[in-house]
């Protein structure tokens, strides 16, 4: 009977400290998220990045708090971490066109070398931007079609702003 009442304590006070460790973790996304959000309105971050920002660091305060409380178990937390190194190494390498694309999309974004219902020449394509997200460029054309351009292609190729002179005067 008392092994058994050892093993109740033992593994019951285990996880009642995972439980409770989980619980901090949420208590702690929420405060995060609101700090975050306040911190980033303030600061006039673009919508698109303040969602980005928030959802990952909100992700990696839920991860944090699930290896701590697995580890609290007693569980051997070392492969988890390693497997998801290894994951995002083979999602990166999957993914580095796309990564391309919104790290080309944040630098545009955050530089304004145009903005929307500019007037631009990128990446071989001339008209009006109607849309700049954090994977693409989207303008029309002088004759009325629509051009989706990856960013990484508009960043890296010459900008020419032809509302810039306009807005100059």
Do not use: C
Request: no cysteine.
């Amino acid at each position: 009977m008392a092994t058994q009442l050892d093993f109740l304590i033992i593994y019951g006070t285990k996880i009642a400290a995972a439980i409770g460790i989980i619980i901090a973790g949420s208590i702690g996304v929420r405060l995060a998220d609101s700090i975050l959000e306040r911190s980033l309105d303030r600061a006039k971050i673009d919508v698109t990045i303040e969602r980005f920002i928030r959802r990952g660091i909100k992700y990696a305060i839920y991860a944090f708090a699930l290896v701590t409380a697995l580890s609290t178990m007693g569980l051997d937390v070392q492969p988890i971490i390693a497997g998801i190194g290894i994951a995002g190494f083979i999602i990166g390498f999957a993914v580095k066109d796309t990564l391309s694309n919104f790290a080309a999309g944040m630098l545009l974004i955050f530089y304004r070398p145009f903005s929307v219902g500019d007037k631009i020449s990128a990446a071989k394509v001339k008209g009006k931007v109607m849309e700049i997200n954090i994977i693409a460029t989207i303008i029309e054309t002088e004759d009325g079609d629509i051009v989706t351009i990856p960013n990484s292609k508009v960043w890296g190729a010459p900008i020419s702003n032809h509302s810039a002179k306009k807005n100059r005067q």
